[in-house]
């Protein structure tokens, strides 16, 4: 069965009491009797009922080290409601505000909690200012590690052959297995997380994760992070610009030693076959002016552009801020339409001469490409659902600031090297998301399967509500605001209200809560529906839902009429629609759940508050129950959304045949 079954409550309570109803923890650290008018601001997790960020004066004793920051998350077990494990200390940065960061994580019988992040934030008197991340309160606390029963060389082959991958396999970067507790359809279970990069039989940045007990694979995406999902921009515009080289032997090499890093910025090229990084580009008199070497050019100095954008704005010192060099190859494939950012390097296609013009060609996709590298590097945004919009979105953010700090200010992503044959259009527009087919709404958000849940498409609102942003503040300061929240407040699990909550954060950081900056990032987020409740359609309810209030047994829509279809939608994170109709005994009862716009469930229960029937498919597939009545009476119709599942732009169907 794919979820344990909402419980429902007992009749005797059931029409003074609403369904579904979390009741939540009490903060009591944040404020003593004498100031207790100073609040902590909280962002409330509605489906494990804990906070995911909260803000104010929340610490007694000073925070002075990583002892203190994790004996503050102890006496504080009453906010998080932990009743198992404990945190481990994993980084430690100051800022340049000389706030401390402590990102911290959870961890069970020594095994880490997948994506439970929590950062304790700590400002320059040692006082806990904002605590945020995710973690898991419910997880038991036992020996998980008598259940692991692969190592983790056996987890890479399981998921080597999951993906069907040759034996003779080359990888770009040796696999890693790493082992996690991981909750597979709401089972806890010890996984390998196994990661495989390679570039054939396709580019590939594969997340595999494997049972340690049996060596199923329960969950596996692919991370390659695509710049050009569609298409972008033009073909190298003749302009010649200066380049730092390096002489060798008698040849120099596209090489530069000039920046501030550990590192340095090398281009190749990959002469139209696959294999990285390739050959150096290199010329005779140091005028790398042939057509051939046009593609390494614009690589070359585009690197170096966002490279000194990064640096010279933040100080900040390659990707990783460890001077790491920025490695990239032209000339991938052939006729390749895409450019992706592997893991450890920069890839670019030549395109097709229709679609696409060499890639490297614009400025704003390798600054999209590099911006993954950072995100990687610091939140490590995962690369699905609304954290993998999120990391699409960044990388627009400051693909478009790049681009502006180069002198070129434009809201169009890719325009220079897409559609080389039709001026004027590009492959994302932040200004206007729909012309692209991307939403600019939550009312709007695509609930797919596809595209490692629609991270290319569901980007589209949150760049909408940095152009509102950054229409109002300029680019300088909205880039100011976003890196603080990506480098400092946002975590690998951070949705769309997460962003909204780190990035005023970040303003209030820098600008104070009553400044216009703060309030530009509120009605930014706003005005794409997005207020700080977390869920896919923020706030909003759909005046066409003509059977609302029904979210609770007291207001069940009905009796319902036999064979007629109800349309009607799950419009928010925490909704639920009740239905009733009557039945007497020997009869049938046939109810169908269909045109599903994304992971909906339907429960029958009978007019005891019992449960008798239950239909929980995966994903849009339609639901069935077929009951047969023994007891005459009244019975209730349950439609809810599988882990928040809703849409406000497409109705379910449902349809009672009683027989």
């Given at each position: 069965?794919?979820?344990?079954?909402?419980k429902?409550?007992?009749?005797?309570?059931?029409?003074?009491?609403?369904?579904?109803?979390?009741a939540?923890?009490?903060?009591?650290?944040?404020?003593?009797?004498?100031?207790?008018?100073i609040?902590?601001?909280?962002?409330?997790?509605?489906?494990?009922?804990?906070?995911?960020?909260?803000?104010?004066?929340?610490?007694?004793?000073k925070v002075?080290?990583?002892?203190?920051?994790?004996a503050?998350?102890?006496?504080?077990?009453?906010?998080?409601?932990v009743?198992?494990?404990e945190?481990?200390?994993?980084?430690?940065?100051?800022d340049?505000?000389?706030m401390?960061?402590y990102?911290?994580e959870?961890?069970?019988?020594?095994?880490s909690v997948?994506?439970?992040?929590?950062?304790?934030?700590?400002?320059?008197?040692?006082?806990?200012?904002?605590?945020?991340?995710?973690?898991?309160?419910?997880?038991?606390?036992?020996?998980?590690?008598?259940q692991?029963?692969?190592?983790?060389?056996?987890?890479?082959?399981?998921?080597?052959?999951?993906?069907?991958?040759?034996?003779?396999?080359?990888?770009?970067?040796?696999?890693?297995?790493?082992?996690?507790?991981y909750?597979?359809k709401?089972q806890w279970?010890?996984?390998?997380?196994?990661e495989?990069?390679?570039?054939?039989?396709?580019p590939?940045?594969?997340?595999?994760?494997?049972?340690?007990?049996?060596?199923?694979?329960?969950?596996?995406?692919?991370?390659?992070?695509?710049?050009?999902?569609?298409?972008?921009?033009?073909?190298?515009?003749g302009?010649?610009?200066?380049?730092?080289?390096?002489?060798?032997?008698?040849?120099?090499?596209?090489?530069?030693?000039?920046?501030?890093?550990?590192?340095?910025?090398?281009?190749?090229?990959?002469?139209?076959r696959?294999?990285?990084?390739?050959?150096?580009?290199?010329?005779?008199?140091?005028?790398?002016?042939?057509?051939?070497?046009?593609?390494?050019?614009?690589a070359?100095?585009?690197?170096?552009?966002?490279?000194?954008?990064?640096?010279?704005?933040?100080?900040?010192?390659?990707?990783?801020?460890?001077g790491?060099s920025?490695?990239?190859t032209v000339?991938?494939?052939?006729?390749?339409?895409?450019?992706?950012w592997?893991?450890?390097?920069?890839v670019?296609?030549?395109?097709?001469?229709?679609?696409?013009s060499?890639?490297?060609?614009?400025?704003?996709?390798?600054?999209?490409?590099?911006?993954?590298?950072?995100?990687?590097?610091?939140?490590n945004?995962?690369?699905?659902?609304?954290?993998?919009a999120?990391?699409?979105?960044?990388?627009?953010v400051?693909?478009?600031?790049?681009?502006?700090?180069d002198?070129?200010?434009?809201?169009?992503?890719?325009e220079?090297?897409?559609t080389?044959g039709?001026r004027?259009?590009?492959?994302?527009?932040?200004?206007?998301?729909?012309l692209?087919?991307?939403?600019?709404h939550?009312?709007?958000?695509?609930?797919?399967?596809?595209?490692?849940?629609?991270?290319?498409?569901?980007?589209?609102?949150?760049?909408?509500?940095f152009?509102?942003?950054?229409?109002k503040?300029?680019?300088?300061?909205?880039?100011?605001?976003?890196y603080?929240?990506?480098?400092?407040?946002?975590?690998?699990?951070?949705?769309?209200?997460?962003?909204?909550?780190?990035?005023?954060?970040?303003?209030n950081?820098?600008?104070?809560?009553?400044?216009?900056e703060y309030?530009?990032?509120?009605?930014?987020?706003?005005a794409v529906?997005?207020?700080?409740?977390?869920?896919?359609?923020?706030?909003e309810t759909?005046?066409?839902?003509?059977?609302?209030?029904?979210?609770?047994?007291?207001?069940a829509?009905?009796?319902?009429?036999?064979?007629k279809?109800?349309q009607?939608?799950?419009?928010?994170?925490?909704?639920?629609?009740f239905?009733?109709?009557?039945a007497?005994?020997?009869?049938?009862?046939?109810?169908?759940?269909?045109?599903?716009?994304?992971?909906?469930?339907?429960?029958?229960?009978?007019?005891?508050?019992?449960?008798?029937?239950?239909?929980?498919?995966?994903?849009?597939?339609?639901?069935?129950?077929?009951?047969?009545?023994?007891?005459?009476?009244?019975y209730?119709?349950?439609?809810?959304?599988?882990?928040?599942?809703?849409?406000?732009?497409n109705p379910?169907?449902?349809?009672?045949?009683?027989?």
């Open positions: 069965m794919k979820k344990s079954v909402k429902f409550i007992p009749l005797s309570l059931a029409f003074s009491m609403t369904i579904g109803v979390t939540l923890p009490m903060v009591t650290s944040a404020a003593t009797t004498k100031d207790k008018e609040q902590p601001k909280i962002t409330w997790d509605q489906e494990k009922g804990i906070p995911d960020f909260v803000s104010g004066k929340l610490s007694k004793k002075k080290n990583k002892g203190d920051a994790l503050f998350l102890k006496e504080d077990n009453n906010l998080f409601k009743d198992a494990g945190f481990q200390v994993k980084d430690i940065t100051t340049e505000l000389g401390t960061h990102r911290t959870m961890t069970i019988d020594g095994i997948y994506g439970s992040d929590l950062y304790v934030h700590v400002n320059k008197n040692g006082e806990v200012y904002t605590v945020n991340g995710e973690i898991e309160p419910k997880i038991e606390n036992k020996k998980w590690s008598k692991v029963k692969l190592s983790a060389n056996e987890a890479v082959a399981k998921a080597e052959s999951y993906l069907e991958l040759p034996s003779s396999m080359s990888y770009t970067s040796e696999p890693t297995s790493d082992l996690y507790l909750q597979d709401k279970l010890p996984v390998y997380l196994v495989l990069q390679f570039l054939e039989p396709y590939g940045r594969e997340f595999v994760f494997v049972s340690a007990k049996d060596g199923k694979v329960v969950e596996a995406y692919n991370a390659i992070s695509e710049a050009a999902a569609t298409g972008t921009g033009k073909k190298s515009d302009t010649t610009v200066s380049l730092n080289t390096y002489s060798s032997g008698g040849q120099f090499y596209l090489y530069d030693t000039t920046k501030p890093m550990n590192g340095v910025i090398e281009t190749y090229t990959a002469n139209n696959t294999q990285l990084p390739g050959n150096y580009v290199t010329d005779n008199d140091n005028v790398f002016n042939a057509s051939a070497q046009a593609a390494a050019v614009d070359h100095y585009n690197a170096g552009i966002t490279y000194d954008y990064y640096y010279n704005t933040f100080g900040r010192n390659s990707y990783d801020d460890n790491s920025l490695v990239s000339h991938y494939g052939q006729d390749y339409n895409n450019a992706f592997n893991g450890s390097q920069m670019y296609g030549d395109g097709d001469g229709t679609t696409f060499p890639l490297s060609g614009a400025l704003d996709v390798i600054a999209h490409e590099l911006t993954h590298a950072v995100t990687e590097s610091t939140a945004l995962v690369y699905q659902n609304q954290p993998g999120l990391n699409e979105s960044m990388s627009d400051f693909g478009t600031i790049v681009e502006a700090y002198g070129d200010m434009d809201w169009l992503m890719g220079d090297v897409y080389p039709t004027g259009d590009g492959l994302r527009s932040m200004k206007d998301p729909t692209y087919n991307q939403p600019a939550m009312n709007n958000y695509v609930n797919t399967t596809a595209d490692n849940g629609g991270v290319h498409t569901n980007s589209g609102i949150p760049n909408k509500a152009y509102n942003i950054a229409t503040i300029g680019l300088d300061k909205s880039g100011k605001i976003y603080r929240a990506l480098t400092t407040y946002l975590t690998s699990q951070s949705d769309f209200a997460d962003a909204r909550s780190a990035l005023l954060q970040a303003a950081d820098l600008y104070g809560e009553s400044s216009s309030t530009a990032v509120e009605n930014g987020f706003a529906g997005i207020n700080g409740s977390g869920g896919v359609g923020g706030d759909p005046g066409s839902d003509n059977y609302e209030p029904n979210d609770n047994i007291n207001n829509f009905g009796p319902l009429t036999s064979g279809t109800y009607s939608f799950i419009s928010t994170t925490t909704d639920e629609d239905f009733k109709f009557n007497n005994s020997g009869n049938n009862v046939r109810i169908n759940l269909s045109n599903l716009p994304d992971d909906y469930d339907v429960y029958l229960y009978n007019s005891g508050g019992s449960l008798v029937g239950s239909s929980e498919n995966a994903r849009t597939r339609s639901e069935t129950i077929n009951h047969s009545i023994s007891q005459s009476g009244t209730y119709v349950l439609v809810v959304g599988w882990n928040g599942a809703n849409s406000v732009s379910y169907h449902l349809t009672v045949s009683v027989n």
